[in-house]
């Protein structure tokens, strides 16, 4: 199965209030039957032990293909889980939420401080998500504007989350999830660049990619990548700017794919 990468629209940390909009990076999850059960990583070793302690199936030998760097704030872990749910759902013909389980095991796993459905319903069925993730509720899922987005791709997280510091801006943030319901861009923008400095990246990048245009840019998820969107065809200067910064990825927003 594939699913998709993804950019904040609201990082759902401060409010359990989340929104992301599915880009077309993929990762694609092939699995087949194997004779022994091996360890694999903590999120996909506890996906495959539910699997296996409530519906029963055999060990899984479990291919990944990603073209999403990991622990990057492009949604990677997300993309996997429901990828693989999603897998092993339709190979064994069992009926389940496949974004709301997703969020239920990364928690268990311990990979996520809030389940990120919102995460995982974008990845899952392309398209913008809005999520009360406290609740596993998906709220809504709506087509994203016609996006190119060009990505500065950064891996291998090491900033401290304080979770206790970030929940003092709730307030903020359900307003920004309110806008963002209204208007995607605009929440976007506003997100990216408030989590930017509350966790203290440095901003000279985003700043750049909105005087050269982009209609919104800033940190995507929890960092490090930095996002810009902009209309297609309008890349040329703010793709030119970021990419003095670093290697750089152009791709666009996906529209909602039903799975039924």
Same mark, same amino acid.
């Not at 360890?39 to 055999?58: A, H, R, S, V």
């Not at 622990?71 to 749910?85: D, E, N, W, Y």
């Not at 929440?187 to 990048?205: C, H, P, Q, R, W």
């Given at each position: ?82 990828? /693989?749910?999603?897998? $092993? ?5 069992? @009926? *389940?939420? =496949? ?5 239920? !095991? ?87 660049? /408030?989590?930017?400095? $509350? ?5 000279? @990048? *985003?700043? =750049? ?5 982009? !209609? ?45």
């Amino acid at each position: 199965m594939q699913t998709y990468a993804g950019i904040s629209v609201v990082n759902a940390l401060p409010s359990w209030y989340g929104s992301s909009m599915a880009v077309n990076l993929t990762v694609s999850v092939s699995i087949k039957e194997a004779e022994n059960c091996k360890k694999n990583d903590i999120l996909i070793d506890t996906i495959l032990n539910f699997f296996y302690e409530k519906y029963g199936i055999p060990c899984l030998s479990v291919n990944i293909e990603s073209q999403i760097p990991e622990k990057s704030g492009l949604k990677s872990s997300s993309a996997v889980s429901t990828a /693989l749910i999603g897998e $092993i759902s339709k190979k064994f013909e069992i @009926e *389940i939420d =496949v974004p709301k389980y997703s969020a239920i !095991l990364s928690l268990k796993s311990g990979i996520s401080y809030t389940g990120a459905l919102d995460d995982a319903t974008s990845s899952y069925y392309g398209g913008v998500s809005f999520t009360n993730n406290k609740e596993f509720k998906i709220i809504d899922i709506k087509d994203p504007p016609e996006l190119s987005a060009i990505i500065l791709p950064r891996g291998g997280r090491n900033i401290k989350i304080d979770l206790q510091y970030l929940r003092k801006y709730r307030l903020i943030f359900e307003e920004i999830f309110r806008v963002s319901r209204q208007n995607i861009i605009l929440g976007m923008k506003l997100n990216g660049i /408030l989590v930017a400095n $509350i966790l203290g990246y440095d901003t000279s @990048e *985003i700043e =750049v990619a909105l005087k050269k245009g982009a !209609l919104a840019a800033g940190i995507t998820g929890n960092g490090p990548s930095v996002f810009a969107v902009t209309k297609i065809g309008e890349e040329g200067p703010i793709l030119d700017a970021l990419s003095k910064f670093g290697n750089v990825i152009v791709t666009r927003s996906v529209g909602y794919v039903s799975r039924d």
